[in-house]
């Protein structure tokens, strides 16, 4: 009987010791951490002549509390090694404006240090409205060099691609029918902060969405996906999709770089993307 409670005591212990390990990780430790991903693209619809396009792609930033511009500053260092021809946020600057306790100036001044020949381009998140964002966030994104795309279609004639914001679908005033507007003879970059608008823009001309929104789970934990993952990002979780349609369409969902609701990451580090496209050989 002894030994039987010894026994039970130390796996007790375990799972105490373990527990608090895995605490401390997903506070301390994931968070701080930068996940650089480069993720290669071949398409027929790519007909420039430059070789590639290679594009930078970050969003969920949610400064406050738990993400600052101090941790901001890892992912200019890795935009700025990129040396990228375009640059895309796609959305969820502010966890809380309203609760925000820092200057948005340095924000934009953060922004402004990202540089890109083809332009910086952003979208809003259901955050960039929520929490009184709403009338500051393009403000505070322009300052800081970015075009905000809100249901808006934005040709960069000279390469041959176009860059089409669809403005959030969850708070905001989202249409995917912009969408349309992308020429067949272009390569059609959509930016969608949640990912499942994908569904509704198929059977355009779409060639690359990009979205955030989900953080990759953020505490990355399948079984939980009706608890955890937000409306309109249950289906698309993260990482590249490809899809059977007329444009061999492809969805690039990123898990962000900030968090919300709880300072935790777990299994679903803060991530950067470069996408390089190219023509297909």
Do not use: C
């Not at 007790?12 to 990780?25: D, E, S």
């Not at 966890?95 to 200057?103: I, L, V």
């Not at 953060?110 to 910086?120: C, H, Q, T, V």
């Not at 691609?161 to 669809?166: C, P, R």
């Amino acid at each position: 009987m002894f030994q039987f409670i010894k026994a039970i005591f130390r796996l007790f212990l375990f799972i105490i010791i373990v527990t608090g390990f895995t605490v401390a990780y997903a506070r301390y430790i994931e968070p701080n951490m930068l996940k650089v991903k480069e993720v290669s693209i071949e398409s027929s619809f790519f007909q420039t002549d430059q070789k590639e396009l290679k594009i930078a792609v970050f969003g969920d930033t949610h400064f406050g509390d738990y993400y600052t511009l101090e941790d901001f500053s890892k992912v200019l260092e890795a935009i700025d090694k990129m040396e990228p021809d375009l640059v895309v946020f796609a959305g969820d600057l502010i966890d809380h404006y309203d609760s925000y306790s820092g200057d948005t100036a340095d924000i934009s001044a953060k922004l402004s240090e990202i540089s890109a020949p083809y332009g910086k381009f952003a979208v809003f998140g259901n955050h960039d409205y929520g929490g009184g964002a709403e009338y500051v966030y393009e403000s505070i994104m322009e300052a800081g060099g970015f075009t905000v795309l809100k249901n808006k279609y934005y040709p960069l004639d000279e390469i041959g691609v176009a860059v089409i914001g669809v403005d959030d679908v969850l708070i905001g005033y989202g249409n995917p029918e912009i969408v349309s507007w992308g020429r067949p003879d272009y390569y059609n970059i959509v930016l969608a902060h949640e990912p499942d608008v994908m569904d509704e823009v198929l059977d355009y001309n779409v060639d690359l969405m990009l979205s955030a929104h989900t953080h990759g789970r953020q505490i990355n934990l399948k079984y939980f996906d009706d608890y955890i993952l937000p409306a309109y990002g249950k289906k698309y979780i993260k990482g590249l999709y490809d899809f059977e349609n007329a444009r061999a369409s492809r969805l690039y969902v990123t898990s962000g770089v900030g968090m919300t609701k709880l300072p935790f990451r777990f299994l679903s580090p803060p991530e950067l993307t470069k996408i390089v496209i190219k023509k297909s050989s």
